[in-house]
């Protein structure tokens, strides 16, 4: 059974997601089964790379709310990331263009290393004082930390071509299957969970999207013996 999920770095309930979907996952029985995959979305898109900003200023002129009001909200969701023991700044952070995080990421899904790199990322932007955006090295840092070459990720960045299509893909994916938001997971295609539901949420996707799981029923015609290549050749007609 395949899982996509569909995610930011720029997220905090992509972070909690992850957390949550993560520990029904290692209860599921077939968990060994499930292969999942993250894919790219990008919350603001339109926002130039190096134009970095306060998160709560980002909240407060995003929402139309004050500073104090986004700072309660970042409270909330830090007592919501404790209680999934995840690390998680309510003050001093700040907001940019998550683009070069997905080309990486796409780097890093073809070298098998993508789970690692987003942990990676959600810890430094979540949970670590060092900002992610703006800084092409600490990108660089963070995927070598995740198991990826240096000069591999430094090429990715240099070049602003690599890895787009994948990411623009991803999202056009994901406007095609109606996620406007994000986290976003996709179970077989069949079914899909919307934001950041609570642990029990996923083990009952995951338990029926897997007991929905048909075998293959082969559609024969009774009597008949149909001809068909094999590891021993090609049935011959006989005349």
């Known amino acids: 059974m ?5 995610s930011d770095i720029a997220c905090p309930w992509c972070y909690v997601g992850k957390a949550r979907f993560e520990k029904a996952l290692a209860a599921f029985p077939h968990r060994d089964q499930v292969e999942v995959v993250h894919r790219s979305f990008e919350l603001d898109p339109n926002r130039v790379k190096g134009d970095t900003q306060p998160v709560l200023a980002m909240l407060a002129e995003k929402y139309g709310m004050s500073e104090e009001q986004a700072q309660s909200g970042e409270e909330n969701l830090g007592n919501q990331a404790a209680a999934e023991g ?11 263009n998550t683009f070069d995080m997905h080309r990486l990421l796409h780097l890093a899904k073809a070298e098998g290393r993508q789970d690692a790199l987003l942990g990676a990322l959600y810890r430094a932007n979540f949970a670590e004082e060092r900002s992610v955006f703006g800084d092409d090295e600490r990108l660089v840092e963070l995927a070598v930390a995740a198991g990826l070459g240096a000069d591999a990720a430094r090429e990715v960045l240099a ?7 994948d990411v623009r893909a991803d999202e056009r994916e994901a406007a095609e299957l109606g996620a ?8 077989d295609r069949t079914y899909g969970v919307s934001g950041a539901q609570p642990a029990e949420v996923f083990t009952q996707a995951l338990t029926q999207a897997w007991g929905e799981r048909s075998p293959l029923r082969l559609i024969e015609e009774p009597g008949t013996d149909a001809a068909a290549c094999g590891p ?7 005349g």
């Open 2 to 6: 395949r899982v996509e999920i569909w």
């Open 232 to 238: 021993d050749g090609c049935a011959v007609p006989q």
């Open 180 to 187: 406007n938001g994000v986290p976003f997971f996709v179970l």
């Open 159 to 165: 070049d602003p071509a690599a890895y787009a299509d």
């Open 86 to 96: 995840l690390d998680y700044r309510t003050e001093g952070r700040d907001h940019g």
